[in-house]
């Protein structure tokens, strides 16, 4: 049977080739990836996952265009279709949500997969009136006809659950904010366009099959998008998914408290501002007025010592840790008496350290560039893009002033 198969003709079509060219590129740097990465984190289990259900399909849909009198046992792999949203969606809450854990409910989730893979089992192969071919694009026994229901499911599972991942995406930069100074490694974006690619190419596909349905001649297929679709997962995911840490590990990383440092600038790095609001919000916090107030004066106090504001990488738990509070009530703090988040009131500090640096003689020999990163920031970029907001002039001309 085997050599059967091989002995046929196999002219592959420019699309085929194209999907096995993605299909070896992606293996090609998953392996790369497998020999630098012993450990798997939660987050890039999912996307091994999405990428395995991903593959799955493109092979599948190779062999419906190459080989159609193998196809038929390969025609229950296009209910992985159903899994892709799931796995995209509990990728999202693994990086969104804190603590987030995997429950026996979540195998919910996989049941219309199992179901719609089992209905293709119970239904193949169709005779020509088979009332879910709804869609007559009459093929040989009804084998590639397309099937309303099938589909149906497989828009609903791609488009419900990419709306559910944006709806969890769309505070994720402001809730960082109040848990990192730096953003470019909990940084979503990248996600969030793979979502909203998910919605337009299977809204594209909607469009093309109910068009067709109604009479409309044209040369989009709708099931092309469904299966070319999903390469584009594997290219983000090689290209960001990969390299995107898990945004709460499972053993959150703290620091010790840092030795003390003589500075010059400790003046600058101070925020005395004490909101008049302050007591309104610890009406209803777990910190009463007296305690909030002596939180920020330690927290003051630390920030002039320390410097802990220069490490590139500081977090509020490392902070909190440091001050052996926990991080809520140091988040509420700095955003009651600094009335900024913890993202913005660590880079105040350090805008006003680079701008000491900027004016000391001492510091002549250094180029702007070498002053951000002493400064905490971790690239010239965004060194540039917060002095600029909140100085209104640029490094080199506050400098040559």
Same mark, same amino acid.
């Given at each position: 049977m085997i050599t059967a198969f091989f002995s046929q003709p196999f002219n592959l079509q420019l699309q085929s080739l194209l999907i096995l060219l993605t299909i070896a590129f992606s293996?090609?740097?998953?392996?790369?990836?497998?020999?630098?990465?012993?450990?798997?984190?939660?987050g890039q289990r999912f996307l091994l996952l999405t990428k395995l259900c991903v593959l799955l399909l493109a092979l599948t849909y190779i062999i419906q265009q190459e080989a159609e009198d193998w196809a038929l046992p390969f025609y229950t792999l296009i209910s992985l279709q159903m899994l892709i949203g799931p796995l995209v969606f509990f990728y999202t809450r693994v990086q969104t949500i804190e603590h987030f854990s995997w429950q026996p409910q979540h195998w919910l989730h996989t049941l219309p997969t199992l179901l719609f893979a089992g209905l293709w089992i119970w239904q193949l192969p169709l005779s020509d009136d088979d009332p879910l071919l709804v869609i007559s694009e009459a093929h040989q026994n009804g084998v590639h006809a397309h099937r309303f229901w099938h589909k149906?499911?497989?828009?609903?599972? /791609?488009?419900? %659950?990419?709306?559910?991942? /944006?709806?969890?995406?769309?505070?994720?930069?402001?809730?960082?904010?109040?848990?990192?100074?730096?953003?470019?490694?909990?940084?979503?974006?990248?996600?969030?366009?793979?979502?909203i690619s998910i919605i337009g190419l299977t809204s594209v596909s909607i469009v093309s099959d109910i068009a067709r349905f109604m009479g409309v001649k044209h040369s989009l297929n709708g099931g092309d998008f469904q299966a070319l679709g999903p390469l584009l997962l594997i290219l983000l995911i090689i290209r960001y998914g990969f390299r995107q840490q898990d945004i709460f590990p499972a053993d959150p990383a703290t620091t010790?408290?840092?030795?003390?440092?003589?500075?010059?600038?400790?003046?600058?790095?101070?925020?005395?501002?004490?909101?008049?609001?302050?007591?309104?919000? %610890?009406?209803?916090?777990?910190?009463?007025?007296?305690?909030?107030?002596?939180?920020?004066?330690?927290?003051?106090?630390?920030?002039?010592?320390?410097q802990p504001y220069l490490e590139p990488g500081l977090k509020i738990s490392q902070l909190a840790s440091a001050l052996e509070v926990s991080v809520n009530h140091l988040s509420e703090t700095i955003n009651g008496y600094a009335r900024l988040s913890f993202y913005d009131y660590i880079n105040s500090l350090r805008i006003a350290e680079?701008?000491?640096?900027?004016?000391?003689?001492?510091?002549?020999? /250094?180029?702007?560039?070498?002053?951000?990163?002493?400064?905490?920031?971790?690239?010239?970029?965004?060194?540039?893009?917060?002095?600029?907001?909140?100085?209104?002039?640029t490094p080199r001309q506050y400098r040559a002033q």
């Amino acid at each position: 049977m085997i050599t059967a198969f091989f002995s046929q003709p196999f002219n592959l079509q420019l699309q085929s080739l194209l999907i096995l060219l993605t299909i070896a590129f992606s293996m090609g740097m998953s392996t790369n990836f497998w020999q630098h990465h012993t450990r798997f984190q939660t987050g890039q289990r999912f996307l091994l996952l999405t990428k395995l259900c991903v593959l799955l399909l493109a092979l599948t849909y190779i062999i419906q265009q190459e080989a159609e009198d193998w196809a038929l046992p390969f025609y229950t792999l296009i209910s992985l279709q159903m899994l892709i949203g799931p796995l995209v969606f509990f990728y999202t809450r693994v990086q969104t949500i804190e603590h987030f854990s995997w429950q026996p409910q979540h195998w919910l989730h996989t049941l219309p997969t199992l179901l719609f893979a089992g209905l293709w089992i119970w239904q193949l192969p169709l005779s020509d009136d088979d009332p879910l071919l709804v869609i007559s694009e009459a093929h040989q026994n009804g084998v590639h006809a397309h099937r309303f229901w099938h589909k149906l499911a497989a828009w609903l599972s /791609l488009i419900g %659950y990419s709306v559910a991942s /944006l709806r969890l995406l769309m505070p994720h930069e402001g809730n960082m904010k109040e848990r990192f100074s730096e953003l470019s490694e909990v940084n979503l974006n990248w996600l969030k366009g793979l979502a909203i690619s998910i919605i337009g190419l299977t809204s594209v596909s909607i469009v093309s099959d109910i068009a067709r349905f109604m009479g409309v001649k044209h040369s989009l297929n709708g099931g092309d998008f469904q299966a070319l679709g999903p390469l584009l997962l594997i290219l983000l995911i090689i290209r960001y998914g990969f390299r995107q840490q898990d945004i709460f590990p499972a053993d959150p990383a703290t620091t010790e408290t840092p030795q003390a440092k003589n500075t010059d600038t400790a003046s600058d790095t101070t925020l005395e501002y004490v909101s008049p609001e302050s007591k309104k919000k %610890y009406a209803t916090s777990s910190l009463t007025e007296d305690e909030a107030a002596q939180l920020w004066r330690r927290l003051q106090t630390h920030m002039q010592s320390y410097q802990p504001y220069l490490e590139p990488g500081l977090k509020i738990s490392q902070l909190a840790s440091a001050l052996e509070v926990s991080v809520n009530h140091l988040s509420e703090t700095i955003n009651g008496y600094a009335r900024l988040s913890f993202y913005d009131y660590i880079n105040s500090l350090r805008i006003a350290e680079a701008k000491a640096l900027l004016h000391s003689t001492d510091m002549a020999h /250094l180029s702007v560039t070498d002053i951000g990163y002493q400064s905490g920031f971790n690239s010239n970029s965004t060194f540039y893009t917060h002095f600029k907001k909140m100085t209104g002039v640029t490094p080199r001309q506050y400098r040559a002033q």
